[in-house]
């Protein structure tokens, strides 16, 4: 084999797509010439090199475009689901059992945390207030809610507190506490609790997760697109804050 | 449920669909507008999706999207801002002074492959950076095997020029 094959077969050889009769004979010819070993070694640390180039992620906002998207405009999801919801409630009806209701005011809290979360991306209205302190942030909603929303400050442990603004959530007005973990949004509503509260639930819908629980007489619904285990870790800090 | 499929299997793929918009387009506006596109295109021809490769197949949107957005305008965009950080990769274990020269060989390449014409950018973001296979990256930019062996070797041939300086020819990090 000659210097010129390989050099005809160098490209597909780096990339490994030389059949394996072609690439055993390229490499038993670079055991014997040095130059041709030089040539691949050099392109082979051009690859190292062109692979260090940015690889561009898709920017949260893009993200929760796409997800508001793809549950309004084009699928008939949104009615499918509310029409299953439906049918759960009639089920409900008949059956006595009122206990299956409460998977379907799930879904519907779930998709309304979603909405809202999605919603607060897209509209650019992340804060009406901006302030990482939360003696700066809690303050704020007094005399716009009838309750004072716990706030937190976990900066220390990497998700520092943004701001806050007022949301709607299933029809009653909440606060909404702006987290951060690198360039990943976390919105908290909280809201005092209610009796038709659903237990904890952690639940993931359109790529984003969601989780909830209950503490000292306060509803909180945390949700972001953040990765299901660093929620968690968030989520834990912020029910032993 | 149709939108539950099109999360499981496209919305993935979204940062790779992406980075090619970024690499294509230059431009983090533009690249989102595309991506936006090639989403409800995809989501309109979602059923189009035979087999399993959703990535490539949504890959072969987006370039169709960005295709049509630039021939809309007759012209190639050829706008160098960069208004977008992207993720540099820093490595943590490096020192200060190691890190910094870091920055610089990754500034040097993105500016290199900025500089390259867009048929031979293309191929080297789909090679290098998402790691696909001749088939793929020729059924997305609708090209011959051959063809995309040859701009890949071309590319890499002026990429090697870009990168090398003149005094330490033929020295690569």
Redesign the interface.
Known sequence: MSCELVERG???YL?R?LDIDAATAIRSHLTDCMACR?LVG??E???R???????????E???A???A???R???P?RF??LAAAATLLIAAGIGTTVMRLAPAVNITMVDQVVDGHVRSLMAEHLFDVESTDQHTVKPWFLGKLDFAPPVADLSSIGFPLVGGRLDYLGGQPVAALVYRRQKHTINVFVSPSKSDDPADVVRSE??FHVQHWARDGMSFWAVSDLNDAELTQFVRALQTS | MASRLFEETVVPHLDAAFNYARWLTRNDSEAEDVVQDACVRAMRFFSSLRDNNARAWLLTIVRNSWYSRVSRRREIPESTAGDHDPVERPDDALDPEERLLQQYTVARVRSALEQLPVDFREVIVLRELEGLAYKEIAAIVRAPIGTVMSRLSRARERLFTLLTPSDSMGRLP
Do not use: K, Q, W
């Open positions: 160098l490209t597909a990339d797509e030089r050099e392109r640390a051009l690859g090199l062109v692979r260090s180039a940015p690889y561009y992620a898709a920017p906002r893009l993200r475009r796409v997800s998207r793809t549950n405009s084009i699928f999801g499918v689901s359109r790529g």
